[in-house]
Every structure is written in C-alpha cells, then in structure tokens.
C-alpha cells in the first residue's frame, strides 16, 4: 500500500480532478489494510472539511470521518480495528469481495479478479498477506488505474470495467456491515465516506456509457 495522501478536501480546486481520485482511494486502502499508521491519523485530523462550493457531496462524510478521527484517539481506533477484522477464526467484519458474492473466501470470484489482474499485468506482492480479492487491495488497484504511467492500462476504461466487476457489486454490502456494527465507531464513519465516493464514482462511470 503504496499511498501517501495529501488528505484534500472533497471537492477541493487545488489538484485536478484525476488526482483527487487516486489519493482518495489511496486513503481508503490504508485505513482498511491495517490499522492507521499515526502519521495518516494526524493527518486527517488537521485535513480541511470545507469544500469550495456548497452542497458538495462528499463535503458531509468527510467531515464525520475527520471528526471521528478527532474524537478518537490512535490507541482506540488501533482497538477498534483488532476488534472488527482481527482476531482468530471468524473476524467480525468480512474485508473480502469473495465473501459477500458468493458467501465463501476463495471462491470464483477471487479466480476471475486474479485473471483480470493478470491480463493486465498486475499481481499481488508477496509482501502483502491478504488475498487480492481484500477491499484495501482493490481500493489500491484503482488507485493504480488512475494515477499510474500505463496509458494502455491506466485509463478510464479499464477503470470503468474493474470497478463495476470487482467493488460495485459488494462494496456497499461492507459499508452497510460496518455502519449496522455496535462496536464500529470510527469504521462507521470510514464506511459512510466509503458509500459515498463509490457512489459518486459509479455516477460518473455511468456518464461514460
């Protein structure tokens, strides 16, 4: 997990449109890959929640995320985070497309996301523990397809395609786990900012059409 978010605030003029993108996603990854690094914490903290103009989208879920971040402290969230994906066996909260499309982990869907990341010259480093069907991993994959250097895969078409075969079908089935979950504090607020840039992002795929 690659990221190094500025932390811009949603609907922010300051860097063109593509890079909000890629950075937004690079946060998402890092907040559901492992428990936050205090260095991304203390930058949410201070991150601005005013968007430019009124009645941006993403304005409102970002400022309960950075309020959550504010409200909790590092040894908390840290907590929260062993609770709801850690432990042994069973993990209170699922991170794996595999489990909300078929009801099992390593399942067809992990094949077929394991093909499509092949044909596009992808694969899982061997430093990371999580299958790629993990929701950090996939949130890094588009991350990838928007900011990398390869025009003839980091473009918006294969971008289109891999969000709407491998995140548009289950993410909201996490974000609705999460916000339903007693014990999800901050995560209900990651899960709520989490709804609402995939569902700005499926409108403007849907543009493309």
Same mark, same amino acid.
């Given at each position: 997990?690659?990221? @190094?978010?500025?932390?811009?605030?949603?609907?922010?003029? &300051?860097?063109?449109?593509?890079?909000?993108?890629?950075?937004?996603?690079?946060?998402?990854?890092q907040?559901? *890959?492992?428990?936050?690094?205090?260095? +991304?914490?203390? #930058? /949410?903290?201070? $991150?601005?929640?005013? &968007?430019?103009?009124?009645?941006a989208?993403?304005?409102?879920?970002?400022?309960?995320?950075?309020?959550?971040?504010?409200?909790?402290?590092?040894?908390?969230?840290?907590?929260?985070? !062993?609770?709801?994906f850690?432990?042994?066996?069973?993990p209170?909260?699922? +991170? *794996?497309g595999?489990?909300?499309?078929?009801g099992?982990?390593n399942?067809?869907?992990? #094949?077929? +996301?394991? @093909?499509? +990341? !092949?044909?596009?010259?992808? #694969?899982?480093d061997? $430093?990371?523990s999580?299958?790629?069907?993990?929701?950090?991993?996939?949130?890094? /994959?588009?991350? *990838?397809?928007? #900011?990398?250097? !390869? /025009?003839?895969?980091? @473009?918006?078409?294969?971008?289109r @395609?891999?969000f709407?075969?491998?995140?548009?079908?289950?993410?909201?089935q996490l974000?609705?786990?999460?916000?339903?979950?007693?014990?999800?504090?901050?995560?209900?607020?990651v899960?709520?900012?989490t709804?609402?840039? /995939?569902?700005?992002?499926?409108?403007?795929?849907?543009?493309?059409?």
């Amino acid at each position: 997990m690659s990221a @190094n978010p500025s932390l811009i605030p949603p609907g922010s003029s &300051a860097l063109d449109e593509e890079t909000a993108r890629a950075e937004l996603y690079g946060v998402l990854s890092q907040l559901y *890959y492992a428990v936050p690094s205090a260095e +991304l914490l203390a #930058a /949410v903290r201070v $991150a601005v929640t005013e &968007a430019p103009a009124d009645g941006a989208f993403l304005q409102e879920p970002w400022q309960v995320l950075v309020g959550a971040t504010r409200d909790l402290s590092d040894a908390a969230i840290a907590l929260e985070f !062993d609770r709801l994906f850690g432990g042994v066996g069973k993990p209170e909260i699922y +991170l *794996y497309g595999s489990h909300y499309l078929s009801g099992f982990l390593n399942e067809k869907p992990l #094949a077929r +996301l394991r @093909n499509d +990341l !092949d044909g596009m010259g992808l #694969a899982r480093d061997d $430093a990371m523990s999580e299958t790629e069907d993990h929701a950090a991993y996939l949130f890094e /994959v588009m991350r *990838y397809l928007i #900011a990398g250097d !390869d /025009v003839a895969v980091c @473009n918006l078409t294969s971008q289109r @395609n891999f969000f709407a075969t491998h995140l548009q079908p289950w993410i909201l089935q996490l974000c609705d786990a999460l916000g339903a979950h007693p014990q999800a504090r901050f995560y209900a607020a990651v899960a709520q900012f989490t709804r609402a840039f /995939v569902s700005v992002e499926a409108q403007g795929f849907d543009m493309l059409e």
